[in-house]
């Protein structure tokens, strides 16, 4: 439930990690650390606003690579559906 929370105006149904925790694919740390906190330091969100550039799928919100969303989004056909 994210009711009452700070979130991140980029949480939504588009959100990679949204689709990732939702799957129970990553730890809850990582939307209640960022996602949850107004995206408060998140190197993907930083990057979109700044540069423009949209971080894989599988990359964390500080920046890190997710080996196994990787190989979950390689094994899915590149992009999971909403």
Partial sequence: MTSG???C????ETSAIKRAYDRGL???HWV???????GAGC???QRFENEGYVSPDYVLPDGSVDE???KQMYERGQ???S
Avoid at 9 to 12: A, H, K, T
Avoid at 32 to 38: K, R, V
Wanted: aromatic content about 20%; charged content about 40%; overall charge positive.
């Fill in 5 to 7: 929370k700070n979130l």
């Fill in 9 to 12: 105006r980029w949480y939504d």
């Fill in 26 to 28: 990553i730890d809850r």
């Fill in 32 to 38: 209640e650390d960022y996602c949850w906190n107004g």
């Fill in 43 to 45: 190197v993907r969100k």
């Fill in 68 to 70: 196994n969303l990787k």
């Fill in 79 to 81: 992009r999971w559906s």
